[in-house]
């Protein structure tokens, strides 16, 4: 368990979770790591901790550098457990009376987590020494819980950035520079899709003001809590997110549905070639063989996405309400939405998920297409009709 060195004097000593798969109800298909950080100054400091049960890793690659015990004190830049739940373990073991230091709202959360554990938790404030240098600590609220914080050292240029720039990618490479971004940008915007897209309104406000007081220009490396630390090019994944955050839709239609006779199957394929053939770049997202959270990535940056579920018990598929449900609670912004359905007798599907569409907020520019039994060459009007008016709709957004 070695630790791996990004400055002199500061060490990565998180962990490497290779085989968790499902993260807060979305796929992780590449692992992940729960980064933790360690200063070497006249106080030595941790920066998070790891998940539960990865305690032993973290204090394993510390002790290649020094024995933990002599840890002085331990900055909580987030309360999720994912960070936070070896933080008991890990204290017990260097010391209950060791301080750890977080924001207000954090010390709230770590304190109600682990009451009766005997932490010493306290409230950052503006900056904290270390002996040579400061850490100066930046509230990011909604980045993505309400007690999270950025922490900076100013002097070296290191921006400690918790769950924001992260990803999940389990692998022995730690840097952006030892991974080719066409491994690493998909992990991204997954991660952002799934994780962040709630917050899009706080972190662009959070990010203008990082930019403006000069913070970002003086970043040289940014060390997120997930995923890889950005030495060569910490730039590059700040313009993705000052993209992201705008939500800007593109030349891209979506189709998402689940079938049980293949009959909603049958409707989704010919949308897929009619949008295709009208200039749309269409993705076609079988439920049945495609995580919710792999779709949402899909639907991100996409302008429309439309809905489709065969009527069963005069209810959606449950794999579509499932969808929905998770799509709705991103809060999408700029969407254009569309359902449709088959149906053998009471045929309710679609006018549900049209209903979902608009109390979600997405623009509809087309009533829903339902198709009794399966669909024959005499019913490929109201689909190609519906096909033309998404994509005219989205020549007006992109």
């Not at 897209?197 to 203008?208: F, G, N, R």
């Amino acid at each position: 368990m070695e630790p791996v060195k990004i400055l002199d004097n500061i060490y990565w000593v998180g962990a490497v979770d290779y085989d968790i798969r499902d993260f807060h109800g979305y796929l992780t298909p590449k692992g992940s790591t729960y980064n933790a950080y360690l200063i070497v100054d006249e106080k030595i400091t941790l920066i998070d901790t790891v998940k539960h049960g990865f305690e032993g890793e973290l204090l394993s690659r510390v002790a290649k550098i020094v024995d933990p015990k002599k840890i002085d004190q331990v900055i909580s830049n987030h309360a999720e457990m994912d960070h936070s739940g070896g933080l008991p373990e890990i204290l017990k073991y260097i010391g209950l009376e060791k301080p750890v230091y977080a924001s207000k709202v954090g010390v709230q959360n770590l304190g109600a987590q682990f009451q009766g554990a005997g932490l010493n938790i306290l409230p950052v404030a503006e900056k904290l020494s270390v002996g040579q240098q400061d850490i100066h600590f930046v509230e990011t609220r909604m980045i993505h819980w309400p007690d999270s914080m950025f922490s900076f050292l100013p002097k070296v240029g290191v921006l400690f950035s918790q769950d924001g720039f992260g990803l999940h990618l389990a692998s022995p490479q730690r840097f952006d520079d030892e991974v080719d971004e066409k491994i690493w940008y998909p992990q991204a915007l997954n991660y952002f899709a799934n994780i962040l897209t709630l917050y899009t309104d706080p972190i662009a406000k959070i990010l203008e003001k990082a930019v403006s007081s000069g913070l970002i220009g003086q970043t040289k490396i940014i060390c997120p809590d997930h995923g890889l630390i950005w030495r060569q090019n910490p730039s590059r994944i700040v313009e993705l997110y000052c993209k992201w955050v705008q939500q800007k839709p593109t030349n891209k239609a979506v189709i998402v549905f689940d079938t049980m006779w293949h009959s909603t199957e049958y409707i989704a394929r010919e949308l897929t070639d009619a949008l295709a053939i009208l200039g749309v770049e269409t993705k076609y997202q079988s439920l049945k063989n495609i995580h919710r959270s792999q779709v949402v990535t899909e639907c991100f940056e996409a302008a429309a996405i439309i809905v489709g579920s065969p009527t069963i018990n005069n209810q959606m598929y449950p794999s579509v309400a499932d969808f929905l449900c998770y799509a709705k609670g991103l809060k999408f912004k700029n969407k254009i939405g569309a359902a449709f359905g088959s149906y053998g007798w009471s045929g309710e599907s679609a006018k549900l998920i049209q209903a979902e569409l608009t109390s979600m907020g997405y623009n509809l520019p087309s009533p829903e297409v339902r198709i009794r039994w399966v669909p024959l060459e005499k019913d490929l009007g109201p689909i190609h009709d519906l096909a033309k008016t998404v994509a005219e709709a989205i020549k007006k957004v992109v």
